[in-house]
T-cell receptor, first 111, second 114 residues
């Protein structure tokens, strides 16, 4: 699975959009981009994933560059409850079910 | 659905003791995994299972055993606890191969080995 690079930490004002970047320059054509988050002391929570196209769900939007070497997770209106560590993960699809977590980005939403 | 449940929530062990961390899911998911998380680090995969009767090693399998006799349960056994196994342990499950990257995590078991 390709490795990812994320900033260690970011701040965002409450109510503003939070844009979390992820670099995955060695991603292969069959690898998906997944985003998870972990709120303090809780288990990780799946947010969104994509292959090539941009994706949106009730939690967030995922923007993947055309060359697929980087992506951005967007939380459109961040709240204090969005303060968490956000993990960007790339993995192949299919039957083997391994998610390799890095150290992620600590997003601190400020009031 | 209760989702993924883990017991116990907290455990203190002495070096050399053995114990089993329990994990159960009621979503009929094929895939289950165990991770550990140490302070300041991301999650590391210990063992995983793609279905009943099938298990495989992850990144850090040493000192741990697993078995998968049913779809619902995936216990993690510490054979002889060591202080280096002090950690938070998370169990996860996910549905069939089309959604294999979408995992549902339990609340975790906090383990302290003295």
């Amino acid at each position: 699975d390709a490795k990812t690079t994320q900033p260690t930490s970011m701040d965002c004002a409450e109510g503003r959009a939070a844009n979390l970047p992820c670099n995955h320059s060695t991603i292969s054509g069959n690898e998906y981009v997944y985003w998870y988050r972990q709120i303090h002391s809780q288990g990780p929570q799946y947010i969104i994933h994509g292959l090539k196209n941009n994706e949106t769900n009730e939690m967030a939007s995922l923007i993947i560059t055309e060359d697929r070497k980087s992506s951005t997770l967007i939380l459109p209106h961040a709240t204090l409850r969005d303060t968490a560590v956000y993990y960007c993960i790339v993995r192949v699809g299919g039957a083997t079910n391994k998610l390799i977590f890095g150290t992620g980005t600590l997003l601190a939403v400020q009031p | 659905n209760a989702g993924v449940t883990q017991t116990p929530k907290f455990q203190v062990l002495k070096t050399g003791q053995s114990m089993t961390l329990q994990c159960a899911q009621d979503m009929n998911h094929e895939y289950m995994s165990w991770y550990r998380q140490d302070p300041g680090m991301g999650l590391r995969l210990i063992h995983y299972s793609v279905g009943a009767g099938i298990t495989d090693q992850g990144e850090v399998p040493n000192g741990y055993n697993v078995s998968r006799s049913t779809t619902e349960d995936f216990p993690l056994r510490l054979l002889s606890a060591a202080p280096s196994q002090t950690s938070v342990y998370f169990c996860a499950s996910s549905p069939g191969s089309g959604l294999a990257g979408t995992q549902y995590f339990g609340p975790g078991t906090r383990l302290l080995v003295l």
